[in-house]
């Protein structure tokens, strides 16, 4: 199974800041997805980071608020723009489709804890 | 459009019982199923899945069998202990690559 880190595990924000969080997988994986867990709820879809074009945003998620970056087939980053307190939530990376995974199944990062005052 | 329905938590149980979580979906086509576990603190570890009707799958103890005429994927274990506390979801994916649907999650606590 492919291994995910992500940095920072937490972090505590001040409103109308940024916050970018970092995905690392130790291999080349195919798709890489951010997902957003807010607090005792379920993981929602944010969007899927695309390698070498622009994320595709499900709905009620957009670029302005959580801009996406894929440099290449290992890495992504995903910011939290001009956060608010509804902003705190666990962000969660995960992928899909390398030569460590399998067909079918995604690997999540540990995720990271943010909170918004 | 697609969707999974978890029984609500928490389910508090001894040790050694047996341990039952339900599952059911609302998809098109020919989903696959799996189930996440997340432990306290922790990030999402898959547990198990299936891929097609009448599969089975099993880890840890754990098994679910996918039921296409009854749209389920109830979770199972014949013996839970103290470290199997945690948040378990259900999910579904209908995409070959693609965004998996969860459902809400179920929290289970086993106490020794």
């Known amino acids: 199974s492919a291994v995910i880190s992500q940095k920072p595990s937490r972090d505590i924000c001040q409103r109308g800041t940024s916050l970018t969080i970092q995905c690392q997988v130790d291999s080349q994986v195919t798709m890489m997805f951010w997902y957003r867990q807010q607090p005792g709820q379920s993981l929602t879809l944010i969007a899927t980071?695309?390698?070498?074009?622009?994320?595709?945003?499900e709905s009620g998620f957009v670029i302005d608020k959580f801009p996406i970056s894929r440099p290449n087939l290992t890495f992504s980053t995903l910011t939290v723009s001009n956060m608010s307190p509804e902003d705190s939530s666990i962000y969660l990376c995960?992928?899909?489709?390398?030569?460590?995974?399998?067909?079918?199944?995604?690997?999540f990062g540990p995720g990271t804890r943010l909170t918004v005052l | 459009g697609n969707s999974v329905t978890q029984m609500e938590g928490p389910v508090t149980l001894s040790e050694e019982a047996f341990l039952t979580i339900n599952c059911t979906y609302t998809?098109?086509?020919?989903?696959?199923l799996f189930w996440y576990v997340q432990y306290p603190g922790e990030g999402l570890q898959l547990l198990l899945k299936a891929t097609k009707a009448d599969d089975k799958g099993s880890n840890k103890g754990f098994e679910a069998t996918y039921r296409k005429e009854t749209t389920s994927f109830h979770l199972e274990k014949g013996s839970v202990q103290v470290s199997d506390s945690a948040v378990y979801f259900c999910a579904l994916l209908t995409d070959s690559w693609g965004k998996l649907q969860f459902g809400a999650g179920t929290q289970v606590v086993v106490t020794p």
């Open positions: 995960s992928a899909e489709g390398g030569q460590e995974t399998s067909f079918n199944e995604q690997f």
């Open positions: 998809a098109t086509g020919y989903p696959s």
């Open positions: 980071a695309n390698q070498g074009s622009e994320a595709t945003y």
